[in-house]
Each structure stands twice: as C-alpha cells, then as structure tokens.
C-alpha cells in the first residue's frame, strides 16, 4: 500500500502540480486565502465541497473547497500556497513556506522527523484540532 500511494504520488500527483506550483511562485506575494475557495463555474457534472485544516507558520485556517474534476483540491490547495497531505481527498494541507523552513532546518540538524512530527500534532491538540491515530502525522 505505501508503495503504490508512492508511485501515485511520484508519477501522477507531483508532476501535475508542477505548473500550478510554478504559477503560485512566480506571483511573489503570499495570496491571503478566503475561508471558501474553489473553481471557476465550469460544466463539471459534479462538485462537491471539502474541508481541509491549513496549517500556516503563525496560525490555523479552515477552509472549504469547490472540488470538481477540472479543478481537483490538491491543485486549488498548492494555488494557494499550501501542500495536501493526501493526493486525493485531503483533511490537512501545510504552507510551502513552512514545508520550505522545515526543509531547510533539517539539513542543519540531526535527521529527527518524529520529532517534528509530535511537536506539530501536540501544538495542533493545543489549539483544539484532535487526530484519530497518535503520531499520525509522522506516518
């Protein structure tokens, strides 16, 4: 199972993020992001409405998507700067910006990930938010 969700990631969900990653860059100033987002009107016979828990560096947001098959909510979530943290239905999306200190901070530091991991989801229980599994964010 972690294998294919791998694959599914390297192989579909990552290079069709390219692009709206590259857009999202090119703008240079942070788009603040409404609490109800989703696609243009578009002739999809199907939209349903998602919620997902952004994490940002210095607070939460809950936002609710328009998703549809012309506008899938990974792609809505890196359009406004956060990273999904399921390819398909996701419940919690990251800032790239934090995704991009995170990074830099581990080449720094003894490679600690669990840490990290139950320092996030122990500050997330502070604020109210509760996870099913405990270290879920790590797996």
């Not at 809950?62 to 419940?91: E, K, N, R």
């Not at 669990?114 to 270290?135: H, I, M, P, S």
Request: include cysteine.
């Amino acid at each position: 199972r972690k294998h294919a969700q791998a694959h599914h990631w390297s192989s579909t969900m990552l290079p069709s993020l390219i692009r709206p990653f590259m857009a999202f860059k090119q703008q240079g100033v942070r788009p603040t992001m409404s609490t109800s987002t989703g696609c243009s009107p578009c002739s999809c016979p199907y939209v349903c409405t998602l919620q997902v828990v952004c994490i940002f560096m210095d607070y939460l947001q809950d936002i609710t998507l328009a998703v549809c098959q012309c506008q899938p909510a990974v792609t809505q979530l890196i359009q406004h700067g956060v990273f999904p943290c399921a390819p398909v239905w996701p419940s919690l999306a990251v800032s790239l910006d934090m995704l991009e200190f995170v990074a830099e901070l581990f080449v720094h530091v003894a490679p600690n990930e669990r840490a990290w991991a139950a320092t996030l989801e122990k500050y997330l229980n502070v604020c109210g938010y509760q996870f099913a599994a405990k270290d879920s964010l790590h797996h």
